[in-house]
Nanobody, 123 residues
């Protein structure tokens, strides 16, 4: 099991940027696919972005394509989510999760989750 901790959330104006970090402890991220998900009030948790265990495959939700970038630094045991051109609908709690399964775009493939970090975009 890998323990995950998100950081970098906060309050930002519409059009602004934030960088979220997901740090692993207990075990290395090596060999794990990592995904970012978000959950807005009253809504189900949804997929945002994912990166495969070797960084060779990257996926984004349509709603964030061209605005968000996921990357990983295994030397630092950290995965990042760079978010730009933020909009009100991006307001949510953002979670990172890790999996050793091949499919990394669906929530049910993930077993290890962080506690989440709040992102609030003001207009």
């Amino acid at each position: 099991q890998v323990q995950l901790a998100e950081s970098g959330g906060g309050l930002v104006q519409a059009g602004g940027s934030l960088r979220l970090s997901c740090a692993a402890s207990g075990r290395t991220f090596r060999g794990y696919g990592v995904g970012w998900f978000r959950q807005a009030p009253g809504k189900e948790r949804e997929f945002v972005a994912a990166i495969s265990w070797n960084g060779g495959s990257i996926y984004y939700a349509e709603s964030v394509k061209g605005r968000f970038t996921i990357s990983r630094d295994d030397a630092k045991n950290t995965v990042y989510l760079e978010m730009s051109s933020l909009q009100g609908e991006d307001t949510a709690v953002y979670y990172c999760a890790a999996t050793q399964r091949a499919i990394i775009t669906t929530i049910h493939q993930y077993g290890d989750w962080g506690q989440g970090t709040q992102v609030t975009v003001s207009s």
